[in-house]
């Protein structure tokens, strides 16, 4: 029974991660329709510079969570501006683009930190476990879970509730009518992928303490967020949510039942849904 | 446009005295060479004249290599090994283009990287079978009519004849009314609906050829190299190969045969020198994107007959200026 508990609980905390990685990946694919395979670059690169000010530096976890996040945020901003920008249009050149940029941040990160994983300490208040029930439950997974509840609440609200949020979607859309109506589309594409390439780093130092930080993480939690895209649909924000969920748990429960094959169990769900409904469970274009 | 067989079998009989001129060690380079240039070259028939293009496509290259080294493994000979895994490479294929081929575009790209990296993770993880990380070794090469090709010299030549032959289906192929359709099927995929044509099935078609040439591409390597890992299922070797295509030239016969040469050469050349690798291949990739889109065979081809016209007037011109203008001034 514990077992089981244990295992659901680091699935959704797996799936809250997930959620604040792939919520970026979904609103760069809806709004400017390619997949940003820097995404799981920016994570690694979030993790690495967090796990630095905190080993190094000797820095907060927290501060150095913002900070990091922070400061791949300002490296999502400037992909877009300076190399994004000059292929506008044309999709597929964009999405190689971002291919070799994905290599060239994985080479230079080996290059910095070296190939020796770096585990992150659990941060002060959330070491240990907390007793309900009976059960023992890790503290930081908890945390984490809550961090993604905070995460997906404030993006809610900022997509509902906000003229920003309002632009998004109307772009996501329609891009053309957007453009048309005189919201400026190419400074949203800029701020989405400040706002994605952000939370990417930050889901990577707050999962770092988890997954600890090594070469070759990038290359293993994009697919991750492909399929978590391609289950929720583009663009839609309880998509990834959703999609991040069964994907933690998949995850979780593949590696814990069947570890030789829970790379296929992963990727089972992504061919069934395109089977059955190509845009996901909340799209409303076809990926 | 006719093929032209006199240049053709020129290049071939040119080709065949590599291994007579050049030592063992560039032999071998240039083995490799043809057997990437037999993998872009399928690639090639997605990527230049489908308009797919497939992140994915190292998984179907390491599946046949895979296959024929646990073949090998569980006691059969050389030619069923080679036979089976090439079924099993395209049934493979099969699968993974009736999978991705129902999107297109962007989500093809990502749905052919999610396989791709499917494939991957079952080489990296299934260790009873595929040995995990350490991979799969082969005994001895083969010998052909008394030709051991444990020697570099056999050796490149049976990747050159494989290299002609795959070029060779490859022009074949774009010429017929196949090539066509799906040339059209790639400019115009609606028009070619409208106009009765089975767009799906072209493409499938199209797949399975492109997917059989990497699965050839496979066989050579894993033989060449005596070895398989997971490392040539990764993202970063189907990038590679997406890097020989487009950096030559996608969409022309012979681009992917010098991007092939061009990546073999400068990894080979610079890796001698220095580590990172990866890091210069991103910054060739980036480059390329930005500043040469269509490759190095179209821009060069240009640049050529740019040349080619200026001294075709220098020749026939007075004083510099072309024949009409020194008796027809009017402005």
Known sequence: MSFWLVLITNSIALGGLLFVLSTGFSLIFGLMRIPNLTHGSLFMLGAYCGATAINALRMNFWIAALLSAFSVAIIGALIERFLLRRLAGKEQAQVLLTLGVSFIVADICLMIWSGDPISVATPGGLKGAAHFFGFAFSLYRLGVILIAVIIAVALWLMMEKTRLGAMIRAGVDDAEMARALGIKVSRLFTIIFCLGGGLAGFAGIVGAPILSVYPGLDSEMLPLALVIVILGGAGSLLGSLLGSIIIGIIFNFGNALVPDAAYFVLFLPMVIMLMLRPQGLFGRQMV | ?331
Request: aromatic share 12%.
């Open chain 2, 1 to 331: 446009m006719r093929t032209n067989v006199p240049a053709w079998a020129a290049a071939f009989i040119l080709a065949c005295f590599i291994p007579l001129i050049l030592p063992a060690y560039y032999v071998n380079i240039s083995s490799q060479v043809l057997i990437f240039s037999i993998f872009a070259v399928g690639l090639n028939i997605l990527v230049g004249y489908a308009g797919l293009v497939s992140l994915g496509h190292a998984s179907l290259f390491g599946l046949a290599a895979y296959a024929v080294g646990l073949l090998l493994g569980a006691g059969l000979g050389h030619f069923q090994a080679i036979l089976f895994s090439l079924i099993a490479c395209l049934i493979g294929v099969a699968l993974f283009a009736v999978i991705s081929l129902r999107a297109q575009g962007i989500g093809f790209m990502m749905i052919t990287l999610a396989l791709g990296q499917l494939l991957w993770g079952l080489a990296y993880r299934w260790v009873a079978i595929t040995g995990g990380d350490n991979g799969i070794r082969l005994g001895l090469r083969p010998s052909i009519l008394g030709f051991s090709l444990d020697d570099p010299a056999p050796f490149f030549l049976l990747t050159l004849v494989m290299c002609f032959l795959a070029v060779l289906a490859c022009d074949v192929t774009i010429k017929s009314h196949f090539g066509a359709s799906l040339i059209g099927t790639r400019d115009q995929p609606r028009r070619m609906s409208a106009l009765g044509y089975q767009v799906w099935l072209i493409r499938f078609f199209a797949c399975l050829l492109s997917g059989l040439l990497a699965g050839i591409a496979g066989i050579l390597f894993v033989y060449y190299n005596r070895f398989i890992n997971p490392e040539a299922l990764t993202l970063g070797s189907s990038a590679e190969v997406l890097l020989m295509v487009i950096s030559g030239g996608s969409g022309t016969l012979l681009g992917p045969v010098v991007g092939a040469a061009l990546v073999i050469i400068v990894k080979t050349v610079v890796s001698g020198y220095v580590e990172r690798w990866n890091l210069l291949l991103g910054v060739i990739f980036v480059f390329i994107m930005l500043f040469m889109p269509d490759g190095l065979v179209p821009g060069v081809t240009r640049l050529a007959r740019r040349v080619l016209e200026l001294r075709k007037r220098n020749l026939f011109s007075v004083n510099g200026q072309p024949h009409g203008s020194t008796y027809d001034q009017r402005p």
